[in-house]
């Protein structure tokens, strides 16, 4: 059964850091791109970052480019979302997700979610 | 950058059908997908490549896509298929792009 595990959300005050854990099972981890959503509750889904099976190549949302960092540890079936600089508008629930295949641009699975707060 | 709109919200009666659009500019030379998320979970792909049901998604769900919208259709809705749907393409210029969502009520 595929698994994807969200940890290291919680509460921040702006302008500093906080990064998220995801931990995969159940499939072979480093055959798949995996990606980072985040939702502010009430709202809409938005695409914030993904990286290739190897951590090689690594794309950002604007909104956050400069300021996120994504990678993985395919030794740990882990991915990361180290987040900078952080502000009001990055409070939300962060979803990491698997994509289908390289070459089809959509998720199959998604983790449960980690809330991050960020308020003073 | 590219956008897809969605209606906010489709209220249907049991056991209808409920159609969900998602417009987007020559929406149908793209692949769309769909999810459905319910209060407090994360988001179920429910279609994918426009018309195919990923294993243990019922039959009742099905998807099509042409021109500058894409459709979601829950045939003989359940009250458990209420939920937030979201559709999703992929552009070349804006990457991963959702639609705006729309909440099915099933009254």
């Known amino acids: 059964e595929v698994q994807l595990v969200e940890s290291g959300g919680g509460l921040v005050q702006p302008g500093t850091s906080l990064r998220l854990s995801c931990a995969a099972s159940?499939?072979?981890?480093?055959?798949?791109?995996m990606h980072w959503v985040r939702q502010v509750p009430g709202k809409g889904l938005v695409w914030v970052s993904g990286?290739?099976?190897?951590?090689?190549?690594?794309n950002y949302a604007d909104s956050v480019e400069g300021r996120f960092t994504i990678s993985r540890d395919n030794t740990k079936n882990t991915l990361y979302l180290q987040m900078n600089s952080l502000t009001v508008e990055d409070m939300a629930v962060y979803f990491c997700?698997?994509?289908?295949?390289?070459?089809?641009?959509?998720?199959?699975?998604w983790g449960q979610g980690g809330l991050v707060t960020v308020s003073s | 950058s590219y956008e897809l709109t969605q209606p906010p919200s489709v209220s249907v009666s049991p056991g209808q059908t409920a159609s969900i659009t998602c417009s987007g500019d020559?929406?149908?030379?793209?692949?769309v997908c769909w999810y459905q998320q319910k209060p407090g979970q994360s988001p179920v792909l429910v279609i994918h490549?426009?018309?195919k049901r990923p294993s243990g998604i019922p039959e009742r769900f099905s998807g099509s896509n042409s021109g500058n919208a894409a459709t979601l259709t829950i045939s003989g809705t359940r009250a458990i298929d209420e939920a937030d749907y979201y559709c999703?393409?992929?552009?070349?210029?804006?990457?991963?792009?959702f639609g705006t969502g729309t909440k099915v009520t099933v009254l």
């Open positions: 997700a698997r994509q289908y295949t390289s070459g089809w641009y959509y998720f199959d699975y």
């Open positions: 159940g499939f072979a981890f480093n055959d798949y791109w």
């Open positions: 990286i290739s099976t190897d951590g090689t190549t690594t």
């Open positions: 020559r929406l149908g030379s793209k692949y």
């Open positions: 490549q426009d018309t």
């Open positions: 999703q393409a992929w552009d070349s210029s804006s990457g991963y792009v």
